[in-house]
Nanobody
Framework: VQLQAYGGGLVQAGGSLRLACASS????????MGWYRQAPGKQRELVAT???????NYGDSVKGRFTASMNNAQNTIDLQMNSLKAEDTAVYYC???????????????WGQGTQVTVSS
């Protein structure tokens, strides 16, 4: 399964940005999709995950500001980011986990990352 992320860019503090991630491949089923981010010199951290049943989980630093939504039919995930702060600056990666319908082999795929820069 391949993932393609869209929507990164430069925004002023307090502004909003929306990221999108699309998946592609043959005969697969996704259990959950998510967003993670990695700032320079820091470890990759959880931003948000959404399961196919709609359960969401957010990192503490983004709760109340970011909203993730998954479209099961299209196998996409969006991330609406509001009230952005300079510390939100990072490369954002989308992730999808599930299995292939032929053979049942699991997968855990990552997108290429998209840069989000918040100027203070």
């Amino acid at each position: 399964v391949q993932l393609q992320a869209y929507g990164g860019g430069l925004v002023q503090a307090g502004g909003s940005l929306r990221l999108a991630c699309a998946s592609s491949g043959i005969a697969f089923r996704i259990n959950a999709m998510g967003w993670y981010r990695q700032a320079p010199g820091k470890q990759r951290e959880l931003v948000a995950t959404v399961t196919s049943s709609g359960t969401t989980n957010y990192g503490d630093s983004v709760k109340g500001r970011f909203t993730a939504s998954m479209n099961n039919a299209q196998n996409t995930i969006d991330l609406q980011m509001n009230s952005l702060k300079a510390e939100d600056t990072a490369v954002y990666y989308c992730n999808a986990a599930g299995w292939y319908l032929l053979g049942g082999r699991p997968f855990d795929s990552w997108g290429q990352g998209t840069q989000v820069t918040v100027s203070s």
